[in-house]
């Protein structure tokens, strides 16, 4: 069964403590994956889309790298700003829909 | 550019009642889903349409709920009889299939409660 697993459930930074979120997953014919910002009250708002192992990306405080079994997103120096929930999915094979993990909520205090 | 437009944007709604969630997706998008999050499962796939045909409704619960995509620039969900374990947030996405990854775009969700 597919299945995609996000640690921690909750993360706790100070303003400037850089840190990483885990993401791994399982699935047959892993087409891309996917990491979302959801702000409270709104929907998820798309970062990043990686499609193979060694991949990276970046956006300001935000990076993005997979490998065969996981992806991490790294954020450095982050600010409160930058606190929210992060989530990631997968598309596999021909399918088209997203499958997401539960998220990691992230709070930057000041 | 507009992003995917959902209506409306809260409801409260009483148990056996009949609710209709509406979804204006991207323009040029030919693909559209709807999607419910829970505390609990986090977020889920209810259905999905590709150029207006159902593509996987593996997800909808049971026979009260039924979608509807019968243009490309509308779409419906539709909870009929409501049940208070319905209460969840109803978000609709969009994306234009066959484009790299297939980035789906989701409008701002559909705050249902039903009492």
């Known amino acids: 069964e597919d299945q995609v697993t996000q640690s921690p459930e909750a993360l706790r930074l100070q303003e400037g403590e850089s840190s990483s979120l885990n993401c791994s997953y399982t699935v047959s014919g892993l087409r891309g994956l996917f990491w979302y910002r959801q702000d409270p009250g709104k929907g998820p708002e798309f970062l990043f889309t990686?499609?193979?192992a060694g991949e990276e990306k970046e956006k300001e405080r935000l990076k993005a790298t997979l490998t065969k079994k996981e992806s991490f997103l790294h954020i450095t120096a982050p600010k409160p700003e930058d606190s929210a929930t992060y989530l990631c999915?997968?598309?596999?094979?021909?399918?088209?829909?997203?499958?997401f993990g539960k998220g990691t909520k992230l709070s930057v205090k000041p | 550019d507009a992003g995917v437009i959902q209506s409306p944007r809260h409801e409260v709604t009483e148990m056996g009642q009949e609710v209709t969630l509406r979804c204006k997706p991207i323009s040029g998008h030919n693909s559209l889903f709807w999607y419910r999050q829970t505390m609990m499962r986090g977020l889920e796939l209810l259905i999905y349409f590709n150029n207006n045909v159902p593509i996987d409704d593996s997800g909808m619960p049971e026979d009260r709920f039924s979608a509807k995509m019968p243009n490309a620039s509308f779409s419906t969900l539709k909870i009929q009889p409501s049940e208070p374990r319905d209460s969840a947030v109803y978000f609709c996405?969009?994306?234009?299939?066959?484009?790299?990854?297939?980035?789906?775009?989701f409008g701002e969700g559909s705050w249902l409660t039903v009492v």
């Open positions: 996405a969009s994306s234009l299939a066959g484009v790299g990854g297939n980035t789906i775009y």
């Open positions: 990686l499609y193979s």
């Open positions: 999915a997968v598309t596999r094979g021909s399918q088209g829909n997203l499958i």
